[in-house]
């Protein structure tokens, strides 16, 4: 990972530790987010931590498992670092679906946090 750009060192580290948390505890996802953050969650939007996570963790499934199937990150000019994430996961028993995030990550306070990130399901029906 030494010689890979620091901005995809942070990016990959970042996405590690997202689904990490999202799998095993998505209410402790909390950590990532400021007042300002937005999530757009299949076309839903949400603004603030407090309704990310209360969003989260109301999703309609007991268990998640993401794969990630790729990863790709930029610098933006303001110093942030653009991240795209694509991937499968697997809610329940439900069978295993494709999925696109992405997220923009901005150093705040000490730490990277998540100010805006997007959802989608890789569905191609509608």
């Known amino acids: 990972m030494g010689d890979k750009p620091i901005w995809e060192q942070i990016g990959s580290s970042f996405v590690q530790h997202y689904y990490q948390l999202f799998d095993a ?3 402790q996802l909390g950590a990532i987010y400021i007042d300002a953050s937005c999530l757009t969650w299949e076309g839903q939007q949400f ?3 407090a309704a ?3 969003k989260l ?3 309609p499934f007991q268990k998640i498992q993401h794969s990630i199937t790729a990863q790709d990150h930029q610098p933006t000019p303001d110093s942030c670092i653009l991240s795209m994430v694509v991937g499968q996961l697997k809610a329940d028993d439900d069978q295993v679906l494709g999925f696109h995030q992405t ?3 901005k ?3 000490g730490a990277w946090v998540c100010t805006n990130e997007v959802f989608r399901l890789g569905l191609h029906n509608g």
């Open 25 to 27: 505890d998505r209410t």
């Open 47 to 49: 603004q603030g931590k």
């Open 52 to 54: 990310i996570v209360e």
């Open 57 to 59: 963790s109301s999703l």
């Open 103 to 105: 997220f923009l990550l």
């Open 107 to 109: 150093h705040f306070q």
